[in-house]
Protein backbone atom coordinates (compact mmCIF):
# COMPACT_ATOMS: atom_id res chain seq x y z
CA UNK A 1 0.00 0.00 0.00
CA UNK A 2 1.84 3.61 -0.97
CA UNK A 3 1.46 6.10 1.56
CA UNK A 4 2.65 9.19 2.41
CA UNK A 5 4.61 10.89 6.15
CA UNK A 6 3.76 14.15 6.70
CA UNK A 7 7.30 15.54 7.77
CA UNK A 8 7.16 16.74 11.43
CA UNK A 9 8.24 20.24 10.62
CA UNK A 10 4.94 20.83 9.85
CA UNK A 11 3.45 20.64 13.42
CA UNK A 12 5.60 23.15 15.35
CA UNK A 13 4.21 25.91 17.07
CA UNK A 14 0.67 24.73 16.42
CA UNK A 15 -1.54 27.05 18.44
CA UNK A 16 -2.93 24.93 21.78
CA UNK A 17 -0.92 21.59 21.02
CA UNK A 18 2.56 21.12 23.16
CA UNK A 19 2.37 17.12 23.22
CA UNK A 20 4.63 14.62 22.56
CA UNK A 21 3.83 12.69 19.59
CA UNK A 22 3.74 8.78 19.96
CA UNK A 23 3.66 5.77 17.04
CA UNK A 24 2.69 2.11 16.53
CA UNK A 25 4.06 0.40 13.44
CA UNK A 26 2.96 -3.37 11.95
CA UNK A 27 -0.33 -3.66 13.42
CA UNK A 28 -1.79 -6.89 11.94
CA UNK A 29 -3.13 -6.42 8.45
CA UNK A 30 -1.75 -2.77 8.23
CA UNK A 31 2.45 -3.88 8.17
CA UNK A 32 4.71 -1.03 6.90
CA UNK A 33 2.31 1.99 8.18
CA UNK A 34 2.57 4.03 10.87
CA UNK A 35 -0.05 5.53 13.19
CA UNK A 36 0.14 8.38 15.47
CA UNK A 37 -1.41 8.98 18.64
CA UNK A 38 -1.25 11.35 22.13
CA UNK A 39 -0.71 9.69 25.26
CA UNK A 40 -0.87 12.15 28.40
CA UNK A 41 -1.83 12.15 31.62
CA UNK A 42 -0.93 8.95 34.03
CA UNK A 43 -0.03 6.39 32.16
CA UNK A 44 -0.71 3.65 35.40
CA UNK A 45 -4.46 5.07 35.68
CA UNK A 46 -6.84 2.77 36.01
CA UNK A 47 -8.92 5.46 33.77
CA UNK A 48 -8.64 5.62 30.37
CA UNK A 49 -9.75 8.33 28.09
CA UNK A 50 -9.93 7.61 23.86
CA UNK A 51 -10.80 10.32 22.36
CA UNK A 52 -11.49 9.31 18.34
CA UNK A 53 -11.80 12.62 15.71
CA UNK A 54 -13.57 12.41 12.40
CA UNK A 55 -13.47 13.97 9.40
CA UNK A 56 -11.38 16.52 8.42
CA UNK A 57 -10.12 17.00 11.74
CA UNK A 58 -7.31 14.92 14.09
CA UNK A 59 -6.27 14.49 17.48
CA UNK A 60 -5.62 18.66 17.28
CA UNK A 61 -9.30 18.51 18.02
CA UNK A 62 -8.87 17.29 21.41
CA UNK A 63 -6.47 19.26 22.72
CA UNK A 64 -8.58 21.19 24.95
CA UNK A 65 -10.22 18.35 26.54
CA UNK A 66 -7.13 16.64 26.83
CA UNK A 67 -5.89 18.37 30.16
CA UNK A 68 -9.34 18.51 31.71
CA UNK A 69 -9.28 14.59 31.79
CA UNK A 70 -5.47 14.02 32.55
CA UNK A 71 -6.15 16.74 35.36
CA UNK A 72 -8.39 14.15 36.80
CA UNK A 73 -5.81 11.55 36.82
CA UNK A 74 -6.54 9.68 33.75
CA UNK A 75 -4.51 8.84 31.06
CA UNK A 76 -5.42 10.22 27.60
CA UNK A 77 -5.17 8.59 24.34
CA UNK A 78 -5.90 10.29 20.98
CA UNK A 79 -5.21 8.48 18.18
CA UNK A 80 -5.14 10.28 14.53
CA UNK A 81 -7.07 7.75 11.85
CA UNK A 82 -4.89 6.76 9.08
CA UNK A 83 -5.28 9.19 6.27
CA UNK A 84 -5.29 12.16 9.31
CA UNK A 85 -2.82 13.68 11.59
CA UNK A 86 0.40 12.64 11.73
CA UNK A 87 -0.46 8.98 11.17
CA UNK A 88 0.52 8.22 7.54
CA UNK A 89 -1.62 8.72 4.55
CA UNK A 90 -2.21 5.80 1.80
CA UNK A 91 -2.85 7.36 -1.41
CA UNK A 92 -5.02 5.70 -3.25
CA UNK A 93 -8.98 6.59 -2.20
CA UNK A 94 -9.50 2.42 -2.94
CA UNK A 95 -7.89 1.59 0.38
CA UNK A 96 -10.14 3.43 2.56
CA UNK A 97 -13.11 1.72 3.71
CA UNK A 98 -15.12 1.71 6.74
CA UNK A 99 -14.03 -1.81 7.57
CA UNK A 100 -10.30 -0.66 6.93
CA UNK A 101 -10.64 2.28 9.95
CA UNK A 102 -12.27 0.43 12.09
CA UNK A 103 -10.52 -2.96 12.06
CA UNK A 104 -7.28 -0.41 12.40
CA UNK A 105 -9.07 0.96 15.82
CA UNK A 106 -9.84 -2.51 17.08
CA UNK A 107 -6.28 -3.80 16.78
CA UNK A 108 -4.99 -0.56 17.88
CA UNK A 109 -6.66 -1.02 21.36
CA UNK A 110 -5.15 -4.66 21.74
CA UNK A 111 -1.89 -3.17 20.54
CA UNK A 112 -1.66 -0.60 23.45
CA UNK A 113 -3.88 -3.56 25.82
CA UNK A 114 -6.37 -0.50 27.01
CA UNK A 115 -8.91 -1.20 29.49
CA UNK A 116 -11.00 0.73 31.63
CA UNK A 117 -12.15 3.33 28.45
CA UNK A 118 -14.16 5.94 28.16
CA UNK A 119 -14.97 6.25 24.74
CA UNK A 120 -15.11 9.88 23.50
CA UNK A 121 -16.41 10.51 20.20
CA UNK A 122 -17.56 12.45 17.60
CA UNK A 123 -18.54 12.59 14.25
CA UNK A 124 -16.54 9.83 12.31
CA UNK A 125 -15.15 8.96 15.48
CA UNK A 126 -18.59 7.85 16.85
CA UNK A 127 -19.67 6.72 13.46
CA UNK A 128 -16.67 3.93 13.80
CA UNK A 129 -16.19 4.26 17.59
CA UNK A 130 -19.31 3.38 18.51
CA UNK A 131 -19.19 -0.13 16.62
CA UNK A 132 -15.93 -0.56 18.96
CA UNK A 133 -17.50 -1.95 22.05
CA UNK A 134 -20.08 -4.74 21.12
CA UNK A 135 -16.40 -6.49 19.38
CA UNK A 136 -14.42 -5.77 23.19
CA UNK A 137 -16.87 -5.02 25.98
CA UNK A 138 -14.76 -5.75 29.05
CA UNK A 139 -12.57 -2.90 27.55
CA UNK A 140 -15.29 0.31 27.68
CA UNK A 141 -16.90 1.49 30.68
CA UNK A 142 -18.06 5.12 29.81
CA UNK A 143 -19.32 7.15 26.93
CA UNK A 144 -18.78 10.71 26.10
CA UNK A 145 -20.70 11.44 22.40
CA UNK A 146 -21.30 14.65 20.32
CA UNK A 147 -22.79 15.48 17.47
CA UNK A 148 -22.16 11.77 15.86
CA UNK A 149 -24.30 8.81 14.80
CA UNK A 150 -24.77 5.05 13.94
CA UNK A 151 -24.87 4.32 10.32
CA UNK A 152 -27.97 2.03 10.16
CA UNK A 153 -29.20 2.59 6.75
CA UNK A 154 -28.95 4.66 3.36
CA UNK A 155 -28.54 8.35 4.36
CA UNK A 156 -31.10 10.95 2.59
CA UNK A 157 -29.82 13.85 4.31
CA UNK A 158 -29.68 17.36 2.58
CA UNK A 159 -27.27 18.51 5.16
CA UNK A 160 -24.72 15.60 4.67
CA UNK A 161 -25.58 16.47 0.52
CA UNK A 162 -24.38 19.68 1.32
CA UNK A 163 -21.56 18.48 3.51
CA UNK A 164 -20.48 16.18 0.93
CA UNK A 165 -20.31 18.80 -1.76
CA UNK A 166 -17.66 20.79 0.34
CA UNK A 167 -15.41 18.31 0.34
CA UNK A 168 -15.84 16.87 -3.32
CA UNK A 169 -15.66 20.64 -4.71
CA UNK A 170 -12.01 20.87 -4.58
CA UNK A 171 -9.46 17.76 -4.77
CA UNK A 172 -7.75 19.94 -2.72
CA UNK A 173 -9.74 20.05 -0.19
CA UNK A 174 -10.30 23.37 2.14
CA UNK A 175 -9.65 22.34 5.34
CA UNK A 176 -9.25 25.83 7.10
CA UNK A 177 -12.44 26.86 5.46
CA UNK A 178 -14.50 24.28 6.72
CA UNK A 179 -13.36 24.10 10.11
CA UNK A 180 -13.93 28.16 10.02
CA UNK A 181 -17.51 27.58 8.85
CA UNK A 182 -18.62 25.10 11.14
CA UNK A 183 -16.55 25.15 14.10
CA UNK A 184 -18.06 28.02 16.14
CA UNK A 185 -14.99 30.47 17.58
CA UNK A 186 -12.16 29.08 15.91
CA UNK A 187 -9.75 31.83 15.03
CA UNK A 188 -7.67 31.87 11.89
CA UNK A 189 -4.13 30.11 12.98
CA UNK A 190 -6.25 27.31 14.72
CA UNK A 191 -8.56 26.95 11.66
CA UNK A 192 -5.01 26.75 9.92
CA UNK A 193 -3.62 23.89 11.97
CA UNK A 194 -5.85 21.91 10.35
CA UNK A 195 -3.89 21.68 7.28
CA UNK A 196 -0.96 20.76 8.98
CA UNK A 197 -1.07 17.45 7.98
CA UNK A 198 -1.74 18.04 4.91
CA UNK A 199 1.26 19.73 2.52
CA UNK A 200 -1.02 19.28 -0.99
CA UNK A 201 -3.82 17.35 -1.92
CA UNK A 202 -1.65 14.10 -1.99
CA UNK A 203 -2.45 13.65 1.14
CA UNK A 204 -5.93 14.40 1.43
CA UNK A 205 -7.40 11.07 0.13
CA UNK A 206 -8.48 9.84 3.56
CA UNK A 207 -10.29 13.51 3.89
CA UNK A 208 -11.85 13.24 0.48
CA UNK A 209 -12.88 9.48 1.06
CA UNK A 210 -14.61 9.67 4.31
CA UNK A 211 -17.78 11.31 2.99
CA UNK A 212 -18.37 8.66 0.57
CA UNK A 213 -18.11 5.90 3.07
CA UNK A 214 -21.45 6.86 3.82
CA UNK A 215 -23.71 4.85 2.56
CA UNK A 216 -26.30 5.49 -0.23
CA UNK A 217 -27.68 2.41 -0.64
CA UNK A 218 -28.56 -0.82 1.60
CA UNK A 219 -25.91 -2.87 0.42
CA UNK A 220 -23.44 -0.54 1.19
CA UNK A 221 -20.33 -1.79 3.86
CA UNK A 222 -20.98 -0.59 7.51
CA UNK A 223 -24.82 -0.75 8.23
CA UNK A 224 -24.81 -4.47 9.16
CA UNK A 225 -22.26 -3.38 11.77
CA UNK A 226 -24.20 -0.24 12.80
CA UNK A 227 -27.20 -2.63 13.47
CA UNK A 228 -25.75 -4.49 14.94
CA UNK A 229 -24.10 -1.53 16.91
CA UNK A 230 -27.21 -0.09 18.25
CA UNK A 231 -28.50 -3.26 19.71
CA UNK A 232 -25.39 -3.56 21.55
CA UNK A 233 -25.95 0.06 22.78
CA UNK A 234 -29.83 -0.47 23.25
CA UNK A 235 -29.34 -4.15 25.04
CA UNK A 236 -26.22 -4.76 26.75
CA UNK A 237 -24.27 -1.54 27.54
CA UNK A 238 -23.84 -1.41 31.32
CA UNK A 239 -22.07 1.38 31.68
CA UNK A 240 -22.22 5.15 32.51
CA UNK A 241 -23.15 7.50 29.33
CA UNK A 242 -22.49 11.14 28.99
CA UNK A 243 -24.02 13.71 25.91
CA UNK A 244 -23.27 16.69 24.99
CA UNK A 245 -24.75 18.32 21.73
CA UNK A 246 -23.89 21.23 19.54
CA UNK A 247 -27.52 22.80 18.88
CA UNK A 248 -25.95 24.72 15.87
CA UNK A 249 -25.27 21.60 13.77
CA UNK A 250 -27.75 21.17 11.09
CA UNK A 251 -26.23 17.36 10.45
CA UNK A 252 -25.29 15.49 13.19
CA UNK A 253 -27.33 18.09 15.79
CA UNK A 254 -30.53 17.63 17.86
CA UNK A 255 -32.41 15.59 15.73
CA UNK A 256 -29.59 12.96 15.28
CA UNK A 257 -28.98 13.10 19.18
CA UNK A 258 -31.94 12.68 20.36
CA UNK A 259 -32.35 9.80 18.23
CA UNK A 260 -28.91 8.39 19.67
CA UNK A 261 -30.46 8.95 22.97
CA UNK A 262 -33.00 6.54 22.38
CA UNK A 263 -30.65 4.00 21.50
CA UNK A 264 -28.37 4.41 24.32
CA UNK A 265 -29.55 2.42 27.23
CA UNK A 266 -29.75 4.59 30.34
CA UNK A 267 -28.85 7.54 28.50
CA UNK A 268 -29.03 11.22 30.83
CA UNK A 269 -30.53 14.13 29.74
CA UNK A 270 -27.97 15.93 27.51
CA UNK A 271 -26.02 19.20 27.87
CA UNK A 272 -26.96 21.74 25.04
CA UNK A 273 -24.86 23.76 23.99
CA UNK A 274 -26.92 26.10 22.03
CA UNK A 275 -24.17 28.48 20.19
CA UNK A 276 -22.20 25.31 19.28
CA UNK A 277 -22.03 24.23 15.74
CA UNK A 278 -20.85 20.44 14.54
CA UNK A 279 -17.48 20.74 16.48
CA UNK A 280 -18.13 20.75 19.80
CA UNK A 281 -14.79 20.16 21.49
CA UNK A 282 -13.48 23.23 19.77
CA UNK A 283 -16.28 25.89 20.74
CA UNK A 284 -16.33 23.78 24.56
CA UNK A 285 -14.06 21.45 25.24
CA UNK A 286 -12.81 21.90 28.06
CA UNK A 287 -16.48 22.56 29.67
CA UNK A 288 -17.78 19.38 28.33
CA UNK A 289 -14.81 17.34 29.49
CA UNK A 290 -15.48 18.62 33.08
CA UNK A 291 -18.88 18.51 32.72
CA UNK A 292 -18.70 14.73 31.77
CA UNK A 293 -16.24 14.09 34.62
CA UNK A 294 -18.58 15.32 37.03
CA UNK A 295 -20.99 13.33 35.55
CA UNK A 296 -19.03 10.33 36.27
CA UNK A 297 -17.46 11.28 39.93
CA UNK A 298 -13.71 11.58 38.68
CA UNK A 299 -13.70 15.37 38.56
CA UNK A 300 -9.86 16.67 39.77
Not at 94 to 99: E, G, I, K, L
Not at 159 to 177: G, M, R, T, Y
Amino acid sequence: MEALRTDDSRFRNLPGYDFAPHYVEDLPGYEGLRGHYLDEGNKDSDEVFLCLHGEPTWSYLYRKMIPVFAAAGARVVAPDWLGFGRSDKPVNESDYSFHFHRDYMLRFIERLDLKNITLVCQDWGGVLGLTIPMAMPDRFQRLVIMNTGLIEGPVNMPAFDEWQAEIDSDPDVPIADIMKKHATGIGPDEAQAYEAPFPDQRYKAGVRRFPALIPRSVEAPGIDTGKQAARFWATDWAGASFMAIGMRDPMLGPKIMGYMRTVIRDCPAPLELADAGHFVQESDGALVAQRALESFGLSA
